[in-house]
């Protein structure tokens, strides 16, 4: 962490993924004042010439010029690398962030299991922090993204002793102030691992149904047979996290059931992955929290069955490059 | 049953469904000298005209003329009617037997569980057996069949205790009989309800991940995901075979999914069913064996799992006229 951070500087952000949810956020951030640094890969030169357009329900922003680099080592030093690329292409993250100059904290924006102990085996307590997005948002074409809905991020140290180790301790509070400046219901929680698991109930069901199903979330929550898989799906990874230790409670399930049948018909990630034939977040998304619950004694059946069907599927249409 | 039938008189059969599974063994029958009649509804001006097309791997059969009616009321009188319409269509199932002139002895050689128990309850004990057909056909068009590989059926009274209460208890044999003359593969085995848990290890793995999947046979097990989600509906349907007391030997699912890897690839008749947006016998496949092991105290979560899947396929996709 370079050592011009404190509680008086502002942060410095880059952002790894200029899609769906790494455009949002950084756009957000950087339209309210803050100093974002995107790296960009296929879209690099679009975003360079052209910037960014983000269509939320009330607003367009034309972001233009934007601070974007085509690899991390032209990055200017760095206090905070929010993490925003799919966890299909985490083959080289270790080396992305080693290069990253002023060795910045890490905040790991992907979904699924296990990225951030990863991270800190390999960079130590301390830099690694974790947030669950919830949000509905699609990348259009290079540079546009259109948000549809929601955007709340729960944000929490890697492990429950993380931030004792830090030469920035208070640097979720700093990132919180600046994504509630910048709009973004950004809330900093002490238990991220329950959070993943909070998240990866939604995830789980709703990801994987989309696949195999070919359906919408609407579709699948107006339908009586599939809505009982979710509920089925639902239960069991709430049962492998508490096997692992964090104790959801059972009405977080019906809660997070209205909440989806409730929120206007969705794309997961995943299905709008495997339309167009990318590579699905299987291992983040299903192998992790599999094996995490079967070494706690907890097998989820359900939840394997729909990762076979996954592994199946991706195997059958999908073309990994 | 008509006083007519003893063991030195022929057997007059008629046949329930002109389609892959009817129009073969109906075909086979009348080909070899049997004294065949079809009951045939959207077929029937076309099968009158021009007879039966029947290609097997080794020899084209044209039939013709065909004995063949619109409703079962135009029949002459029958001593063994073969059913093999689909379930889906069942719902004047009982009406239909009920006017067959002879009151015949039925064959049910329809998929699932529970049909043979329903036409018992309704026509009494000694009157209904089931058949099991081990069929690859295909019905390619109006009286044309394509035989693609085996054909065997095993072939039982409904209950153990049916035969003694039958005015014709050597039916079976006769009819054993008749189709091995045919050149057709037909044992008689003592237990019927077994033999249906033993089809059903296959159907209900292969014909509904075959739709889940949108895969063939082949496809299915060529992939190492899909092969091990078929070994886990196949032991979870035999286990709900061995709580409702039949108890089935474990080599039995290897020997079927070494079979199945060996033989043609095969589109299982729901996924024909799930693709011409026909309804899928999905009472007869999933619903009633779930609900018989359930009462055994077996829940199966895995079939019941595809059961939903299906549920909401057919749903989405199927136009139910």
């Not at 931030?163 to 700093?174: K, L, Y």
């Amino acid at each position: 962490m370079s050592d011009s951070v404190t509680n008086t500087k502002p942060l410095r952000y880059a952002i790894f993924g200029s899609g769906a949810l790494g455009g949002y956020y950084g756009i957000m951030l950087a339209h309210h004042g803050c100093d974002v640094h995107f790296v960009a890969r296929s879209d690099f030169e679009h975003i360079r010439q052209h910037g960014f357009h983000l269509q939320t329900r009330d607003q367009h922003i034309h972001l233009n010029p934007v601070n974007v680099v085509s690899h991390v080592s032209q990055l200017p030093p760095i206090d905070v690398l929010l993490l925003a690329t799919k966890t299909t292409e985490n083959g080289r993250l270790k080396q992305w962030i080693a290069e990253t100059p002023g060795e910045p904290a890490v905040v790991v924006l992907q979904n699924g299991l296990g990225i951030e102990q990863e991270l800190e085996a390999e960079f130590g307590k301390g830099r690694i922090l974790g947030g669950c997005c919830f949000l509905c948002s699609n990348k259009i074409g290079p540079g546009r993204i259109h948000h549809l809905d929601f955007g709340r991020i729960t944000l929490g140290w890697a492990s429950l002793d993380s931030q004792v180790h830090s030469q920035t301790p208070h640097v979720a509070e700093q990132i919180a102030t600046d994504f509630q400046r910048a709009g973004i219901d950004l809330k900093v929680i002490p238990d991220m691992l329950e959070a993943r698991w909070r998240k990866l109930m939604w995830n789980i069901p709703y990801n994987g149904l989309s696949v195999a199903l070919n359906a919408s979330t609407a579709e699948i929550m107006n339908n009586a047979a599939a809505a009982e898989l979710v509920f089925t799906l639902m239960e069991e990874v709430r049962s492998g996290a508490g096997a692992c230790g964090k104790l959801i409670e059972p009405e977080f399930t019906t809660q997070l059931m209205v909440q989806t049948k409730n929120m206007v018909p969705y794309d997961s990630s995943m299905r709008l992955d495997f339309r167009a034939r990318r590579p699905m977040e299987l291992e983040a998304i299903y192998a992790k929290p599999l094996a995490a619950a079967e070494q706690a004694g907890c097998p989820l059946p359900s939840v394997k069955m729909l990762y076979r069907q996954l592994q199946f599927l991706q195997a059958a249409y999908v073309t990994v490059d």
